[in-house]
């Protein structure tokens, strides 16, 4: 069992920053690339930025220039650093390990933590 946990998010005037940390525990063997996710009131689950187990990064095009996703994989915790923050950054946000190796089994099992909300307002 692999458990995420998200923490970070809060109330932030626009133009402000907020850094949003996400820890794996568990019975992890490896994890592979891990993502931050946002969910606004009435729309879809969008993938805000992904990072491989090399540092390889990639972002959605609404947030690049302003938000930057790092990992530390001593330990299995994966940033979000977000800048310049604007209203439509409202959500709740989800860390998420697709592909993660776990103790005793095989298979590759998909994770997601409880969500932390971020609120950007004045």
């Known amino acids: 069992q692999v458990q995420l946990v998200e923490s970070g998010g809060g109330l932030v005037q626009p133009g402000g920053s907020l850094r949003l940390s996400c820890a794996a525990s568990g019975s992890i063997l490896s994890i592979n690339a891990m993502g931050w996710y946002r969910q606004a009131p009435g729309k879809e689950r969008e993938l805000v930025a992904a990072?491989?187990?090399?540092?390889?990064?990639n972002y959605a095009d609404s947030v690049k220039g302003r938000f930057t996703i790092s990992r530390d994989n001593t330990k299995n915790t994966v940033y979000l650093q977000m800048n310049s923050l604007k209203p439509e950054d409202t959500a709740v946000y989800y860390c998420?390990?697709?592909?993660?190796?776990?103790?005793?089994?095989?298979?590759?099992?998909?994770?997601w933590g409880q969500g932390t909300q971020v609120t950007v307002s004045s």
């Open positions: 998420n390990s697709p592909k993660t190796r776990i103790i005793g089994s095989l298979g590759l099992y998909d994770y």
């Open positions: 990072i491989s187990s090399g540092g390889i990064t």
